[in-house]
């Protein structure tokens, strides 16, 4: 594996909350408008075995790499997302293909599926991918993912690596808690509560549009924040009745990534305000995991200038092309 140099952003860039907001704003979203408009994207949808579909967005190199990177946004994120794009820019550049993947209700995506997205479905995830990679002929294939993304990276990797013939996952800033996950969003600075809450609750909204039958109009407009919809959309949506089962059931602590068969890498930052770095170290240590933090970094940030670049860009960069020597 080579190794990474440490994160050492100037001075200036080094406040953490600094360093989440650029990860998807100013700049960065500016230059990822510009890339959008000169991809020559297909729009797909993928059928996983149990009758979902998935809405992908695939992008081919102009230099073949016979390569396939499918990048994974996080919550309440997109395929179209700032980082989403701007990663796909940097390995198209590279001759590698990406398949920007939205999970369910993500995107443009709310009236493909009845049942509502949550962060459990990961098997669906995995039959979706398996079907597409199973249609074409690729060297090598990589799955990389960004927080809520890079949790779904990991346990698709974990439980299907093998079978969609993964070279590689790499998954940054995941939450390897999600009960702690909630609580530090909660305790800390209220933007980000705000943020994913409005974004959350317009989800729901537009789920409703779709499919009027599922009347939870008024459970909706009672919400004011994150844990008001926890507590009224799980145990009405998902199979859990406990949130804290839920939340339980797509941890990656304990042993959830012993059956990791290919090389998975897992970077975090030390300041991440969202996501508690402290609970890597739950993760049962396992052959094929390969975890590394830096002090700096935010959440999913890694922005080492004024424009915006993001150095966990070149970090996955170096990984895969270490996969395809």
Same mark, same amino acid.
């Given at each position: ?24 704003? $100013? ?7 510009? +890339? ?31 390569? *396939? ?8 994120? %997109? ?21 920007? !993947? ?6 443009? %995506? ?20 398996? $079907?597409? &990679? ?29 079978? *969609? ?77 406990? &949130? ?9 602590? $304990? ?10 890498? !897992?970077?975090? %930052? ?9 609970? !890597? ?9 390969? &975890? ?23 970090? +996955? ?9």
């Amino acid at each position: 594996m080579p190794e990474s140099s440490a994160f050492k952003p100037p001075r200036h860039l080094r406040n953490a909350h600094l360093q989440t907001v650029l990860n998807s704003q $100013g700049p960065r979203r500016l230059r990822a408008r510009r +890339i959008l408009q000169t991809l020559s994207t297909e729009a797909l949808i993928l059928p996983a075995e149990d009758g979902t579909r998935l809405l992908a967005e695939l992008d081919r190199a102009r230099h073949d790499r016979s390569a *396939l990177v499918v990048l994974l946004h996080g919550w309440e994120g %997109s395929s179209r997302s700032s980082y989403m794009l701007t990663t796909a820019a940097r390995l198209l550049a590279q001759g590698f293909d990406v398949l920007r !993947l939205n999970l369910r209700d993500h995107g443009d %995506s709310h009236h493909l599926n009845r049942e509502l997205f949550n962060s459990t479905r990961s098997p669906e995830v995995a039959s979706a991918l398996r $079907g597409f &990679v199973n249609g074409r002929d690729y060297a090598h294939v990589f799955l990389a993912g960004f927080s809520l993304g890079a949790s779904f990276a990991l346990r698709v990797a974990a439980d299907a690596g093998e079978a *969609l013939g993964l070279d590689a996952s790499i998954a940054v800033c995941p939450p390897a808690d999600p009960a702690r996950a909630m609580d530090a969003l909660n305790r800390g600075f209220f933007v980000y509560e705000r943020y994913f809450f409005k974004r959350w609750q317009r989800s729901l909204q537009r789920k409703l549009e779709c499919f009027p039958e599922h009347d939870y109009a008024a459970d909706l407009a009672a919400a004011k924040t994150i844990d008001d919809l926890n507590r009224l959309f799980i145990p009405s949506h998902t199979i859990y009745q406990q &949130v804290e089962d839920y939340f339980a059931a797509y941890a990656l602590v $304990g042993d959830r990534l012993s059956s990791m068969a290919m090389p998975a890498y !897992l970077i975090a %930052s030390e300041d991440d305000p969202i996501i508690p770095v402290d609970d !890597l170290a739950r993760i049962d240590p396992t052959e094929n995991l390969h &975890v590394e933090t830096h002090r700096y970094g935010g959440h999913c940030g890694f922005i080492e200038s004024l424009a915006a670049r993001s150095w966990v860009e070149d970090r +996955i960069l170096q990984l895969l092309r270490w996969h395809c020597r």
